[in-house]
């Protein structure tokens, strides 16, 4: 069991019903921008908007946002569509900027979140405010510097808490911007269960065509809401051009997405459901007993290796397994990348297993 202390998140007048909609530009560029993107949802039917105010770039010289002279304009926002306003922070600084213009709920962002000295910093700034703060994963896939900066934040006396699934950065050429990794906020969801996740599939995907099949696997998934990033003329942005719809594209995307029960009741079929995984429970026992033997025709590998002095690791065989295994996967219909991720699991298990049987070996010698 976790020891944080995880409240609603609670907007005056406004109740937040799953999924949660965050929508808004990704960078505040002008004030007409700005107000003319927020009118747009605010017709949509959209409650909160996030613009970024500052914002932190992979490189310098890309635009950074216009800063503190946007929060004015983000206070026209509130007062003129009556939406609740979010943005990023990242210092002391941003956050006494942002409640002395009344912002709503801010949010941490994936490269502050990456830096505990950064998040105590923004936990100690916040310390003593109401505010509701959003915590986006860190850039690289690392669940317990995510909880982490959840637990700072929360230590500092902030309980409306909800966390950002942004996906994460990986060097492979991949069809998406950022690696969603499921299995990470998954994972965040069975060890903190009450705390909300809204995942972010504009970062996720860095483009738009993929925002709604992201969109789907997330509420699918169960999680909370969605954050996604709109601007009036998208082409046009300052920032994230290509991740960027339109508010009116943004509530088709929304009128098309599948909200399904999140709980088995009573009335849903339960015999086929029990059939079904029964059947999974049996192979998954038969997927474990061939692991176990492959392991075992490993460790015999590594005796081998070692009476005949032969280095462990075969890349040449490791090649034309993991060929051979993605040919034979995908000619079955499983995706290609899954299959790797497996085999390559598989090895690196088989080769810590062949170095324990040498190690043993060689200190008995
Ligand atoms: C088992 C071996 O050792 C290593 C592990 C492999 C595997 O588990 O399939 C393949 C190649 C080697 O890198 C082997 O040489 O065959």
């Not at 065509?209 to 969109?215: G, Q």
């Not at 015999?271 to 079904?276: A, I, M, N, R, S």
Request: glycine share 6%; net charge neutral.
């Amino acid at each position: 069991m976790h020891n944080l202390n995880i409240q609603p998140i609670t907007l005056p007048g406004l109740e937040l019903k799953r999924p949660i909609i965050i929508s808004g530009p990704c960078s505040a560029e002008t004030e007409e921008q700005t107000l003319a993107t927020a009118k747009e949802l605010a017709a949509q039917g959209v409650k909160i908007f996030r613009a970024g105010i500052w914002k932190p770039r992979t490189r310098p010289g890309a635009f950074e946002g216009v800063g503190t002279v946007g929060l004015p304009w983000l206070k026209r926002v509130k007062e003129e569509t009556g939406m609740f306003v979010g943005v990023e922070v990242a210092t002391a600084h941003h956050v006494y900027e942002a409640v002395k213009f009344g912002i709503d709920l801010v949010w941490i962002g994936a490269r502050t979140s990456a830096n505990p000295f950064a998040v105590q910093e923004v936990a100690d700034a916040i310390k003593g405010m109401d505010i509701p703060v959003l915590i986006k994963n860190p850039v690289n896939p690392d669940l317990e510097l995510w909880i982490g900066a959840i637990e700072r934040i929360n230590r500092a006396g902030i309980t409306q808490i909800a966390a950002i699934h942004r996906g994460f950065s990986s060097y492979d050429q991949s069809e998406f911007r950022n690696h969603p990794q499921w299995q990470i906020p998954i994972e965040l969801r069975r060890r903190i269960p009450e705390l909300p996740i809204i995942t972010d599939p504009s970062h996720i995907a860095g483009r738009r065509d993929l925002l709604a099949e992201i969109s789907q696997e997330a509420l699918d998934l169960n999680f909370d809401g969605l954050i996604i990033e709109s601007h009036t003329c998208p082409d046009k942005a300052w920032s994230d051009a290509k991740q960027q719809i339109t508010p009116l594209a943004l509530k088709d995307m929304l009128d098309n997405l599948v909200l399904r029960r999140p709980k088995i009741g009573e009335d849903t079929p339960r015999v086929t459901l029990d059939e079904l995984r029964k059947k999974i429970d049996k192979l998954d026992d038969q997927l474990l007993d061939l692991l176990k033997e492959r392991m075992s025709i490993s460790e015999a590998i590594g005796k081998y290796k070692f009476d005949n002095n032969i280095t462990i690791l075969q890349t040449r065989r490791y090649d034309e397994i993991m060929n051979n295994r993605r040919q034979r996967g995908t000619n079955r219909g499983l995706d290609e990348e899954f299959i790797t991720r497996i085999f390559e699991s598989i090895h690196e298990e088989s080769i810590s297993r062949q170095s324990q049987i040498m190690n043993k070996a060689q200190t008995k010698k």
